[in-house]
């Protein structure tokens, strides 16, 4: 049913070339509907599709890679292998061949695309999203301060939470605090501050709470979660606790 409501909206703006795109795209989307049905990592209402979801995850991953005017493989290759893994190889380039069709149309937005995503999906993914984002960028082994930006722009438009944000950001910059910022303190913080901070954030970045998702999404998961042990026992170190 999509697949010809698309083709006719593809019509009506572009053109016979406008509906042979939206009758493959609205393909796309109903056919991985009908075969998976709705991700439980979106909120109830409004409803999106997986279709979506994976298309709109590729074109943020596009506007990061862009972010400071290289394009750098080790990034695209990081990309592809994550959508080949999350999703299969079949899918993952059926994907590929989708994007490239729609972003010769029209301009990637991140306000558009991170707004859209910020309506349907639960926090828990959209941390997760961002720290995808920061790990593409530093694929190259290190993220630019241009991408860095790129991505705290995506990151509010998501409504991440300004110490989430840091946190995360936490994780690919090396700094004299950044287990502190993990954490989501200062460095005056007591012990027992600390112990609090590290449950807390312990809880937050578990990866149960996105089991539902792919595998890769998982992975990624279990990434911001040792990351957060890892700070915990750093500063356990320094201070002898």
């Known amino acids: 049913m999509i697949k010809w409501i698309a083709a006719v909206l593809g019509f009506m703006f572009y053109g016979f070339r406008g509906a042979i ?77 989708t994007f490239n069709e729609v972003a010769k149309k029209r301009e990637l937005s991140e306000s558009r695309i991170a707004q859209f995503l910020a309506e349907r999906t639960k926090y828990a993914a959209r941390l997760q999203i961002v720290h995808f984002l920061f790990s593409i960028a530093n694929a190259d082994g290190r993220v630019s301060e241009a991408e860095a930006r790129k991505i705290e722009e995506i990151a509010g438009y ?17 700094t004299t605090d950044n287990a502190y910022k993990i954490l989501e303190i200062e460095k005056s913080a007591s012990d027992a501050e600390v112990k609090k901070a590290f449950r807390t954030m312990a809880k937050k970045y ?27 026992e750093q500063i356990q170190k320094e201070r002898g606790m």
């Open 21 to 97: 795109l939206g009758f493959i795209v609205g393909s796309l989307i109903d056919s991985v509907t009908s075969s998976r049905g709705s991700f439980k990592v979106f909120n109830d209402e409004p409803s999106v599709t997986p279709g979506d979801f994976e298309l709109h995850l590729l074109s943020l991953s596009a506007i990061v890679i862009k972010a400071d005017g290289n394009i750098s493989q080790q990034e695209m290759d990081y990309v592809r292998n994550y959508f080949v893994q999350a999703y299969g190889k079949d899918r993952a380039n059926a994907i590929f061949r």
């Open 158 to 174: 998501l409504r991440i939470g300004t110490k989430d944000f840091q946190s995360l950001r936490a994780m690919f910059f090396k």
């Open 206 to 232: 578990h990866p149960d709470k996105i089991q539902h998702m792919d595998e890769a999404h998982i992975k990624g998961a279990e990434e911001k979660f040792r990351r957060v042990q890892e700070a915990y």
